[in-house]
């Protein structure tokens, strides 16, 4: 195996030589194999062992082991110890996420402080194998099927192309010693039921299953990869961006056979799986939404809007006196003797003796309703956005300028005629948004 | 299932009520619970038995049982013999793809015949999970993980969506009889294999395992068609078309990172699999090239040149006369005064004494030489292509004119000046490409 090694470094990786290397080694056989064959390839390779104490003694064995194992092969060793589980529990982690986000942090905090230039992890080729049936076991997609890369950045992965036997034998011929690997993988159970009863099964119909396999993973990349150039390609040709709503217009895009498609592509990393209810929603009535974590996805008219949920200003805001307010919004109240009439949206001439103060601002509220100027009668605040089809966004971002429970204002956009002045005999106030 | 089943039919087969269909029916009991399950619902279904002739009487058997069933049922049955392996024989097939051209070709014959609207056959979400997992374990792409579609055309698959499983209980309930299917597939052996060794393991694993793997098969479906898009985009950039040439150019092509990608996609339906040899090509000298069946993907210059390998015409053309040939190109001759010494490539003017009839036209072949015009020495015909950068198919569509073993003219582009008219006593003779 040492030979393929080189020779599998030197044809795929060949950058990796004269470069200084940080190996994360668990002590386990992978890590083990990966940091003899390193070092007898002439690799310059320094060690980094996390003991996360998840396993009391047996963590603090693996960490003897791997120490004595760098003193024997005059390797340097970094060390560090985590306290797993409270960090899990502060961050709402599962114990598996939070030992791989404390160990990526500080293998890349290593890389700086020590000048190396890679990362270098010992998954192979049946670990990919055991993802691949995991992942299809469970139901996926094709990023579920394509396997981790043997590179990504700064991470480098060179046994992805050996079989665990390979790796195996390499060890018993070369009397290796290693710790028995007691996995604290969340998917233990399913990734032995796949090794022990599946794999074999597999191996035993296509005696070169393993490289089949190997091109099966590089077919799907590929189609991976021309998928995300679609998804690129056909989202500059259907999507407009404005500040942090993005368009899609539902025109152009469904004259594309497989719209839903891109749309599901698009929207996944925004948190949308309920693959119905988009498909339904680019057929809803304007105003319906559907919700994921943080973003909305609002039919409006002829597009699709995305836009991250903003938490709802609750607050009241007070106007104690004619000087107006800075925030949330820029009023600014002046008495003045005669009504501009210019038509000015952004101002409003009011019976001064009719406001009682302080005046509020506040986003609306069901049951809101005013009079609006023009016309006769009420009318439900609600009923008034959706006449004028304002847009979720434009509804929750919309002001209200209130009097004793009573809207003088829905600022910006439209007044109330029961705070008219009448006459020049009382004040003026204009109140103006700037 | 009934009830289910007709619930699936009008909400995701609405078009086939009203519809006159024609089951494919062997009499196995994916089949005939199709059949019931069609009849109970009021569709207005014939049925199709194919006796392939290849288990003897167990064939007779089964088309007998379908007789019956037919009969009993009062369902019109159409029935046809073949002679398979003879089929498979002449057309140089294997029995099963031989079974499969027949069945096909006669289902829509019969079609078109007795004015019917559609094919359905009997595949279960089971054939879509064994042929899934047959070509994963050979080795596959994207193409291979993607199940077969409950529609493509006239051939509509009802029971894509239900599994084994309900189909035998609804049999079992309903009390139906049905032949034990002794399936000629090629891939029985492996197939049984995964049915009875893997698959229940994967059930076992994940309760809803047939669902999520429905899921995969819909998002792997998807990914594919963007594949497909991006594929066809791309081409339009960086592929031109001239008669039966593709061009596809390097420089633009060379630009995206995943550049092989996109040629493995575009030329594994012209039979390359090679994906090394693609590789190496675009980086290889210009005459460089790889050939599949019936195509030639040739390097030139800043091209990858795709065209079919036409079959290099072996024949010598004899002109017996002045009056020239009109296959396999024109030539026309003509006894002139004086050569018109306007530089045209369409026209010789050669010493008409100089020549022995019957002149010959034919291609080039090894070891060809000539005497070009405005030079002095010989030359190799070959080494005349290359300096004049021909391409592959450029030279083997290039005629010569040939006097005795001597060439004449390489037609169109070269005169040989030993054949020169050197004064105006000897006969002139024009020769004119037409």
Redesign the interface.
Known sequence: MLFKFQKHLSENLPFLREKKLLLAISGGIDSIVLAQLLRQSGYAVSLAHCNFNLRGSESDGDEQFVRNFAAENNLEVFVTHFDTERFAQDNKLSIQLAARQLRYIWFHQLLEENNLDFILTAHHLDDNLETFLIN???????EG?TGIPVQNDKIVRPLLKFSREEIQNFASENKIEWREDSSNASDKY?RN??RH??VP??KS??SS?L???Q??LS??N??????E???V??YKQVVTEKENQKFFRLFDLKR???Y???L??WLRPFGFTAWKDISNLTEAQSGKFILSDKFRLLKDRDFLILEPILEKDERIYEIEDDAGIDFPIKLKLETVFQSDKTSNPAAIYVDKEKLKFPLTVRKWQEGDYFCPAGIDGKKKVSKYFKDEKFSLSEKENTWLLVSDQEIVWIIGKRQDRRFYSKNNTTPILKIALL
């Open positions: 299809f076991t469970r139901g996926t997609g094709l099927l399913l039921k796949l009863d599946i099964i597999l119909l296509n299953f490289n089949s396999f091109d099966t077919h799907l590929q189609s991976k990869s021309l998928a150039d679609a998804s390609l056909v594309l056979p497989n839903e498609a891109y599901f592509e």
